[in-house]
């Protein structure tokens, strides 16, 4: 078994949703939890320290079973640039601005709006009319306000251009990063532990 589906496995049994993995060349193994999001049960749950912790020390026991060579475990929350990695994360956060980054530059698009060989865009997230399609209305920065939930929405009615995708065609997508200075809280922004290994 690769540690990948180890530490799905794991994290899955534990309860929560894995967000993001990442293996650094430095042998640091960053996993980013979440709790698994509810269309029927809209109130959100944070991440905590301690269930940071909870995870860390049940990774550390099947890490090392499994004899995944590591230097550190770090175990966290998402931050507000949240990498979304299956269609239910895109259901979660429609009417949120996003960035995505396609697979391949698209040709000409929005009735020649958009000019060809893009392939990184940013813009409101919308649900296509067909299944399996979805749109993001392409808005510019300014126009963007904090939504409180660690991402942004239409300040007001603007005229925007709508690019239209499949998950198919998405190499990343992420939360656009937005600073609140009011002192909202953000989404994910409280937990995190660490595990220090080999040394």
């Known amino acids: 078994m690769g540690w990948q589906q180890a530490v799905e496995q794991t994290v899955v049994g534990l309860g929560y949703d894995v967000v993001d993995l990442e293996r650094s060349r430095g042998g640091v193994l960053r996993v980013t939890i979440d709790w698994p999001w509810d269309a029927a049960q809209p109130q959100e749950r944070f991440i905590t320290v301690e269930d940071c912790e909870r995870v860390t020390r049940q990774l550390q026991y099947v890490l090392e079973v499994e004899a995944v060579d590591y230097r550190r475990l ?3 929350s998402p931050g507000i ?3 979304l990695r299956h269609e239910r994360d895109f259901e979660r956060f429609v009417g949120e601005a ?4 396609l697979r391949t530059p698209i040709g000409a698009a929005a009735g020649g709006a958009l000019a060809p060989g893009r392939k990184k865009f940013r813009g409101i997230l919308r649900r296509g009319g067909a299944s399996g399609e979805w749109q993001l ?3 510019e920065d300014a126009a963007l306000t904090p939504t409180g939930k660690g991402g942004r929405r239409p300040a007001a009615p ?12 998405v190499r990343e997508a992420r939360l656009a990063p937005i600073v609140d200075f009011k ?3 953000l989404r994910g922004a409280a937990g995190s532990a660490s595990d220090k290994r080999r040394q």
């Open 81 to 83: 640039d949240r990498r």
């Open 183 to 185: 002192g909202r809280r």
């Open 137 to 139: 209305e392409l808005i």
């Open 74 to 76: 770090e175990v966290g």
């Open 158 to 169: 603007a005229a925007v251009q709508v690019l239209g995708f499949t998950l198919d065609e």
């Open 98 to 101: 996003v960035d995505i980054t």
